[in-house]
């Protein structure tokens, strides 16, 4: 058997082939079984998608679909019971996952104001030490992306059926459904591009489960033999929180018939507001793709056309086309993670590769009646996490420590035994996933911007601990909220002005001033935030 060993070299900051045998380096690190010795880096495999709630993820014990793959992470790792997000939207939650940094600081407050890519990231950092990096699928930030070797991502949101990608900064379509097309990307960077003589770090990001829930031809259906029941709280009345009543993502209100929920009919009877949209998004499809799509929707129009539904079973029943699609689109999201899974063990990378499952936000899965995300409430700060290393973490391992998306980047620079810039603002995760419980955060701060804005979500920041939430909504309102999370979990009862709750809310006013004090936010950074935003969004102050 061919031994070898990759040596950090501190000085030169490279990696050094010490001693190999008869077989190349390239055949050592493909061949089956071939095994890493223990000083060497890890590799990491990043997977995350778009809006993936973790209720639609089996190892979170909810019921709603069956998700093996995903779960295989955490059944030989580790499943992260509080992963949370600093700001719960696309672009600005990708700016702290590179950056380590609030988005107050790396600078992309909102998913409008662009991403300054030459400032630091972990993927940089990596490059310069000897890693082989790469990014495929959504990233959401303009610009050509910086610290990859390699790199094929979509611009803006992408598009489910023959989506466009940039290929390191060149524009091409590839034929076939996005989320497929995506892994077999990077399966290909894997086995055919990738320098394989270098640890690696992969950026595997999809752009499912991201509205609007456009589901792979083999699954159109899959969830049709069942009523799906929502949540309890789905016909929420919002009293007591002002900004919660404000907001433009209601399931039964805002949620496009044709857009949404793909009833474009032939007859062009119902004709709503983002109608033509969705037709450009059905125009791209092959005619084979659309008979299949055809004969799948074209009985559901035509039976929706035929009932004159109202209120509460209009609103049931739009629910329960949404959740149908979303979780379809998940199923192929689930296959992907199982092909790279697959594709690491075949190859002798089980043992030496880390790999993440994420989401960049949580999502709403028709709690409080809603679809989308943003707010602070828990189902989407929540985000999914789940992370295996068969070296270091024990099958089966449950984190239920407060951890954030700011700790991605010192996480993946520790486990790659690279030190952590020390303005970098999150904190490495790697001991809690290894079982040590040693000092840990007791509160995490948010702060979300998007306002005026599409669904519109006030803007906000606020405090969480374990128990407690404590919420500012501000701008065109002065509202704050208060959370007992472990009497009120699904967040109806605003116990702002409970006097019992008065030594409660002071600790945790007060905690909330220090977060901003240690995070470096203030209501002067807030004020010149929304000055860029307005300014971008060309709207008067
Ligand atoms: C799009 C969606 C919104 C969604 C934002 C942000 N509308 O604008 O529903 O909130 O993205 O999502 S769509 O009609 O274009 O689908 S994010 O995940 O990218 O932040
Ligand atoms: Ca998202």
Redesign the pocket.
């Known amino acids: 058997m061919a031994s070898f060993s990759l040596k950090w070299d501190d000085s030169s900051t490279t990696w050094q082939v010490v001693a190999f045998s008869m077989l190349s380096i390239v055949c050592l690190y493909s061949c089956v079984n071939a095994e890493s010795p223990s000083d060497t880096p890890p590799n990491i495999v990043f997977i995350m998608s ?2 993936h709630a973790f209720q639609a993820i089996s190892a979170y014990g909810h019921h709603l679909n069956k998700t093996p793959n995903i779960d295989r992470i955490a059944k030989e790792g580790a499943l992260f019971t509080k992963g949370f997000v600093t700001n719960s ?3 600005p939650s990708r700016a702290v996952m590179l950056t380590g940094k609030h988005c107050h600081i790396n600078g992309k407050v909102d ?1 409008v104001q662009a991403f300054n890519w030459d400032q630091d990231n972990f993927a940089k950092t990596l490059q310069g030490v000897g890693y082989q990096t790469a990014l495929v699928g959504k990233i ?1 930030l303009d610009g050509q992306p910086q610290g990859f070797d390699y790199s094929i991502v979509l611009p803006g ?1 992408g598009q489910y059926y023959a989506p466009e990608f940039i290929e390191n900064g060149v524009k091409r379509v590839i034929p076939g459904y996005i989320t497929t097309v995506t892994t077999d990307l990077a399966l290909h960077w894997l086995d055919q591009k990738r320098d394989k003589e270098k640890p690696f770090l992969l950026l595997y990001h999809q752009k499912a489960p ?3 829930w456009m589901p792979e031809a083999k699954y159109l259906g899959l969830f049709d033999t069942i009523q799906i029941e929502p949540p309890t709280n789905f016909f929420d009345d919002y009293e007591g929180r002002t900004a919660a009543a404000a907001q433009e993502m209601s399931i039964l209100k805002d949620i496009d018939v044709v ?1 949404d929920l793909k009833l474009l009919d032939k007859e062009q009877e119902l004709k709503t507001r ?1 109608r033509n949209a969705f037709q450009l998004k059905y125009d791209r499809m092959t005619d084979e793709e659309k008979a299949g799509w055809d004969a799948y929707y074209d009985p559901i129009i035509e039976e929706f056309k035929s009932k004159d539904r109202e209120d509460d079973e209009l609103a049931l029943w739009k629910y329960n086309r949404y959740i149908r699609d979303y979780l379809s689109t998940i199923q192929s999201v689930d296959d992907g993670v199982g092909a790279v899974l697959d594709y690491l063990k075949d190859n002798g990378l089980e043992k030496n590769t880390i790999v993440v499952y994420t989401s ?1 936000q949580g999502f709403y899965l028709g709690e409080h009646g809603w679809f ?1 995300k943003r707010y602070m409430y828990d189902e989407s700060l929540r985000t999914p996490l789940l992370m295996k290393y068969p070296k270091e973490i024990k099958p089966g391992t449950i984190v239920d420590k407060l951890v954030q998306n700011l700790d991605y980047a010192p996480t993946f620079l520790d486990y790659a035994g690279v030190d952590i810039p020390s303005d970098i603002q999150g904190e490495s995760f790697r001991h809690l996933a290894s079982g040590k419980v040693t000092e840990w955060r007791d509160a995490i701060y948010y702060s979300y911007y998007e306002f005026p804005g ?2 519109h979500v006030k803007r906000h920041y606020g405090v969480r601990t374990d128990r407690y939430k404590l919420i500012h909504f501000y701008y065109d309102i002065d509202e704050w909220e208060l959370y007992d999370l472990e009497v009120d979990p699904m967040e109806m009862n605003n116990l702002y002005a409970n006097e019992s709750y008065d030594e409660i809310k002071q600790s945790l006013h007060k905690r909330l001033e220090e977060l901003r004090v240690q995070y470096g936010d203030s209501d002067e950074l807030n004020q010149q935030n929304l000055d860029r935003y307005l300014t971008a969004k060309n709207m008067s102050k």
């Open positions: 778009d809006d939207i696309c672009a998913n959401h949101q991201h509205r609007t857009y983002y960049d989308d599409e669904h």
